[in-house]
């Protein structure tokens, strides 16, 4: 039976976060501080003016918190993966567990992927329930509602939404006066959409400034929901940026390979829970390709 290790992307980041593992890799912890120009352990510890929440502080405390639970998990020798996952931010972690990159370049790119995500303002996302795609524009159509993007594929009754702020406004209102169900996300940007071409282009060139080995244990990119290919991760984490989130996709792909596959996630489990709804929803129907 398959196994594959799940790794969480912004929106897992919390106040105390680390604590379990700072003191156990005080070299780490000290160097990320160095590259990173501040006290990270003293950031997660302390949250000092509501930092977490500011992408350029997140990504790089969550990526390093994730790597040093996965590197305890090495330590103690658990299970190993046959496959890894990671939702956005977390692909990173998939990639480092996956030997394609190491710890300081994964920070080093992470660093500046949140310092260009942060300078995207202007925006937001929403996580809409319970909408099938089609229906969605369907509605945005007829209120007269453009420029929303598709942002994530979260479950099969999760998407996630993206656009500027007077525009989700808009399709707030619309989704309103249709019951539908709608949570705003606590985010400074629309990610995942075409409003971050200009982070994108600046990003791939810093991108190719690195090299990359191929992964050692399959890693499932969000772009495709497949496995990286050979000279994939360029074009894929920079695309990335601008790319919905597929994990449904990739779930599902995983669940065709193995349907029993276990899944372990790093740090929390809001990720098995939707690998629990992707695995409830394969059961009923045929496994199928969920690109839209």
């Known amino acids: ?15 105390g976060m680390g604590e379990d593992v700072f003191g156990r890799y005080p070299g780490l912890t000290r160097f990320a501080g160095e590259l990173l120009g501040y006290d990270l352990a003293a950031l997660c510890r302390d949250d000092p003016g509501d930092a977490l929440s500011r992408t350029e502080y997140t990504q790089p405390a969550l990526y390093t918190v994730n790597a040093l639970r996965m590197f305890e998990r090495e330590h103690r ?27 300081e370049t994964g920070l080093r790119l992470v660093k500046r992927r949140g310092e260009l995500m942060a300078a995207a303002s202007g925006g937001g996302m929403t996580a809409v329930m319970d909408l099938p795609v089609h229906r969605l524009r369907e509605i945005l159509a007829a209120d007269g509602v453009e420029g929303v993007d598709v942002a994530g594929f979260n479950t099969d009754t999760q998407i996630v939404v993206a656009a500027p702020a007077e525009v989700l406004r808009a399709a707030h209102e619309a989704f309103a006066r249709r019951d539908v169900r709608f949570a705003p996300l606590r985010v400074s940007a629309p990610f995942h959409s075409r409003y971050m071409e200009p982070a994108r282009a600046a990003y791939e060139d810093y991108l190719r400034e690195f090299t990359f080995r191929e992964p050692a244990t399959p890693v499932i990119a969000n772009v495709t929901g497949r496995p990286y290919e050979r000279g994939d991760v360029v074009r894929l984490l920079s695309d990335q940026l601008v790319e919905p989130v597929r994990w449904t996709d990739g779930v599902r792909h995983l669940l065709t390979l193995d349907p029993g596959v276990e899944c372990q996630e790093v740090g929390g489990k809001s990720l098995l829970r939707m690998v629990q709804k992707i695995r409830r929803s394969a059961d009923r129907t045929p496994l199928r390709e969920t690109r839209t």
Do not use: K
């Open 1 to 15: 039976m398959a196994f594959a290790i799940l790794f969480p992307g912004q929106g897992a980041q919390s106040r």
């Open 77 to 103: 020798e658990e299970r190993r993966a046959d496959y890894y996952l990671g939702h956005s931010l977390g692909e990173y972690n998939a990639l480092l567990a996956a030997g394609v990159i190491d710890f």
